[in-house]
């Protein structure tokens, strides 16, 4: 299956890659687009790859089509290195500046004329003689390309699929996620989810409950894994959890969990913990 889609005036044609399991691995497009600097102007040809949240992989070069700079000088060995390095920086300085201004005019002393430089800004984003190049291949990888995959993906999601993106332990792909899903996707994929919140690492847990719907917290599976793991999440994931719980959808064993948590201490966790197991503070 192909998707075709328009985005920075070319008409790109999308392959959904799959491994051996016969499950969603990443996409791949084939790019062939004119590049012009200088009054000068050459092809571009390229295979470019991405995972499955849309981020650049790779790319391949096209048999007898090597990528070429001004003059038609073909790449080094370092510099093909140096475009797959410049692709892979999804923040790139190149994002924030148009085509027109990648290059200042300067006048050549002795030389009745301008000649154009590349800006200071962005000399180490770029290849020197492939500035437009590298500048229109990052706009393709980092584009509305990303949009698009990202909504074949989640289109393409089974229970299979949703496991093998979890089990990758890669929070950009748990947030991928949990900010896409349903409500009904939540209670579909919970056992996936919930293993997420036990491994993810800084404040996705707590992201990832606070957008977990009230309903999939009654779960009985939210209710059990909450119960074996509250002790073990960090302090922001047990406030946001004892702030979305409701004491009429707590059940016993999680009750039991909780009051086990109780201090002496006055505290906000404290505080939720008694107003949910139905004790009165002091």
Not at 95 to 109: C, G, S
Not at 233 to 249: G, T
């Amino acid at each position: 299956m192909s998707q075709p889609f328009v985005a920075d005036s070319l008409d790109i044609e999308l392959t959904p890659l799959f491994d051996e399991d016969s499950l969603l691995e990443g996409y791949t497009a084939f790019i062939f687009t004119p590049i012009c600097e200088e009054d000068k102007c050459y092809a571009v040809e390229i295979d470019f790859f991405w995972d499955a949240i849309g981020r650049y992989d790779h790319y391949d070069t096209i048999p007898g089509s090597p990528l070429t700079k001004l003059e038609h000088e073909p790449f080094t060995p370092g510099e093909y290195e140096k475009l797959h390095q410049i692709l892979s920086e999804s923040s790139s300085v190149l994002a924030n500046y148009k085509k027109e201004d990648l290059v200042q005019d300067i006048e050549e002393e002795g030389v009745d004329g301008v000649s154009g430089a590349t800006i200071n800004e962005i000399k180490e984003s770029v290849i020197s003689g492939a500035v437009y190049s590298c500048y229109t291949l990052w706009h393709i990888v980092h584009g509305r390309v990303v949009d698009t995959i990202q909504a074949l993906t989640y289109r393409s999601l089974t229970d299979q699929v949703v496991e093998k993106m979890v089990r990758k332990e890669d929070q950009q792909i748990n947030y991928y996620l949990i900010n896409n899903f349903s409500e009904g996707d939540f209670s579909e994929y919970l056992p996936h989810i919930l293993f997420t919140i036990e491994k993810g690492q800084g404040y996705y847990a707590k992201n990832a409950i606070e957008k977990m719907p009230g309903s999939v917290l009654k779960d009985d599976r939210s209710q059990q894994f909450f119960t074996d793991h509250f002790e073990s999440l960090n302090y922001f994931a047990q406030i946001a959890l004892l702030k979305k719980l409701e004491p009429q959808s707590i059940g016993n064993e999680l009750k039991t969990s909780l009051r086990k948590q109780l201090t002496e201490r006055n505290s906000q966790k404290n505080d939720l913990i008694r107003v949910l197991i139905g004790i009165e503070n002091n």
